[in-house]
């Protein structure tokens, strides 16, 4: 009962904290270029304000795109509910394991790119492409770098796989593991939509990914998939951290002092992503969209190594 | 010291930065720009010296710890010094023989084909080294593979000084370490080389404007 309580609560951390997060690393890119920046809940003022909108729809849009933005919310949630924050709980494990997150997160990509087909504008299509070709060259490498985390526990489940690398000793760890990481966070890194790969704030037409999807949405259904794409942010940030760094999570039915100390190593661990990705976002150019497929294809091959050589040295 | 000398070889430090050898060595194979090739050659011999300095802190042996400081200062202290000052001045990225791309692919397939080799020849070890050896492998082949299909003089070095530090790994995780006369002769042989063939580079350059090997292959009368 304590644990479903846990998951619950994690999950609704992670949907409120998101948009937080996003606020966080603008704050911390403003004050790196000598500006004050926007306050820390500006996303939330910003989903305030669209939310209080009028929706206005294409007249060619089907019914299909009134239904896409909660449709995207909701599998962006359940996505969140899978994943370790705080506690090793199984959670909602009866219900799938690595393999159905990967899922979700490939459902919200479609659904995303038929909403910007709908409303039957170039740009639509064209974001849609390029999104669809980034899910194509990500998705082998993000699942191939969780499958070598799930040799060694021989379980598919996110909570079973945290709680093996936190339990074991470091010397469980081998390269395979970094390589792994690393692939991981090139994923990430072209999954999140920020500088390396799209720029989300740009609204140049021949440059833009994320904002050419959303670009015919408005009002409340734009306020979901902007949630959303946050949630679905910080839901990667935490696979990351918790998965190839999980030292700090609670153990199932752990007590409330556990809980608490998991929240706050939790907390640092995205606060130090933060900043990384801020100064990342600063000191670097945006990629030329046909070097993405470079950057992503070298993650698929450092995944790739790492199952490899992992499986190698454990003979 | 005797908390640190128990606890290093029971964790995996030795590991996780053999990671960071491989991965070093993936990256100069995959960056483009000459600055950050050389930035990667850096990491890749502050994280064998560091491999170094964990061995002779497990072991205690001290002409370990020696030849570790050695390598720090040379190998990533004046080598990468000398080369960076070389790469800031070219203007062009890296220039290969076969595209970039395929080369990740084929030092995938270098690594795989090295990590089963080793496993085949050495048989399966358990000590703290256990994964250093068919990374020493590896690298040494990618390092072999970035003096072949590079064009530009400066990265042929690049690929002489990645081979040499992968040499190194692979003497510390067999025997624990050449004696210090051996490691120093080596270090020194190489500071010497490394040296001389960035005058060499500089003379191409001023000659060729810019040191391409691909424009050696004529003989002029």
Redesign the interface.
């Known amino acids: 009962m304590m644990d479903l309580l846990v998951v619950i609560a994690q999950t609704v951390l992670v949907a409120l904290l998101a948009p937080v997060w996003a606020g966080a690393v603008s704050v911390v890119r403003a004050r790196l270029q000598g500006r004050r920046g926007a306050p820390l809940l500006q996303r939330w003022r910003d989903l305030r304000k669209l939310a209080g909108k009028e929706t206005v729809w294409s007249e060619d849009a089907s019914p299909l795109a009134r239904v896409v933005p909660t449709a995207v919310l909701g599998a962006t949630f359940v996505a969140a509910a899978l994943v370790p924050v705080l506690s090793t709980a199984p959670g909602l494990g009866f219900a799938g394991d690595l393999l159905l997150l990967v899922a979700l997160l490939a459902i919200v990509r479609v659904l995303l790119s038929l909403l910007a087909l709908e409303a039957g504008t170039a740009f639509g299509g064209m974001a849609a492409s390029r999104h669809l070709m980034l899910a194509a060259l990500a998705e082998p490498a993000l699942l191939l770098s969780l499958l070598t985390l799930a040799i060694a526990p021989g379980s598919t489940q996110l909570a079973d796989i945290a709680r093996t690398v936190a339990a074991a000793?470091?010397?469980?760890?081998?390269?395979?593991?970094?390589?792994a990481a690393?692939a991981m966070g090139f994923v990430v890194l072209a999954e999140i939509g920020r500088v390396p790969v799209d720029n989300p704030v740009t609204h140049l037409e021949l440059t833009m990914v994320h904002e050419g999807l959303v670009l015919d949405v408005s009002g409340p259904p734009l306020a979901h998939l902007e949630w959303a794409s946050h949630v679905r942010t910080l839901v990667l940030l935490t696979l990351l951290t918790n998965l190839f760094v999980p030292w700090g999570l609670a153990p199932a039915g752990a007590g409330w002092g556990a809980l608490g100390l998991a929240l706050l190593a939790w907390l640092a661990k995205l606060g130090v992503l933060a900043v990384v990705i801020a100064v990342i976002e600063s000191v670097t150019a945006r990629m030329r969209l046909f070097r993405v497929p470079?950057f992503l294809?070298?993650a698929f091959?450092?995944a790739?190594?790492a199952l490899?050589?992992d499986s190698?040295?454990r003979? | 010291m005797n908390v640190l000398t128990g606890w290093l070889p029971q964790s995996n430090t030795v590991n996780l930065l053999a990671g960071a050898f491989l991965l070093t060595a993936l990256l100069i194979v995959t960056r483009r720009r000459p600055l950050e090739v050389v930035t990667a050659l850096r990491v890749n011999a502050i994280a064998l010296a560091l491999i170094a300095l964990t061995v002779a802190l497990a072991t205690g042996a001290w002409h370990i710890g020696l030849s570790a400081g050695l390598s720090l200062v040379i190998k990533a202290g004046v080598i990468p010094w000398l080369l960076a000052g070389r790469a800031r001045r070219m203007t062009r990225e890296v220039r290969t023989r076969v595209s970039i791309p395929t080369g990740a692919l084929l030092c995938g397939a270098l690594v795989v084909l090295a990590f089963s080799q080793t496993r085949e020849l050495f048989g399966q070890r358990a000590d703290i080294l256990a994964a250093c050896l068919p990374v020493s492998v590896a690298v040494t082949l990618i390092g072999l593979f970035v003096m072949v299909t590079r064009t530009q003089a400066l990265m042929q070095v690049v690929g002489l000084v990645l081979l040499e530090n992968a040499i190194f790994l692979a003497a510390v995780s067999l025997t624990y370490g050449m004696p210090l006369v051996v490691e120093a002769g080596v270090l020194l042989d190489l500071l010497a080389g490394v040296t001389v063939l960035g005058l060499f580079v500089r003379r191409l350059e001023d000659a060729l404007g810019e040191a391409d090997t691909e424009r050696l292959t004529e003989l002029r009368g």
């Open positions: 000793p470091l010397s469980w760890l081998s390269p395979a593991h970094l390589l690393t470079e294809g070298m091959l450092l790739l190594l490899t050589t190698l040295l003979g």
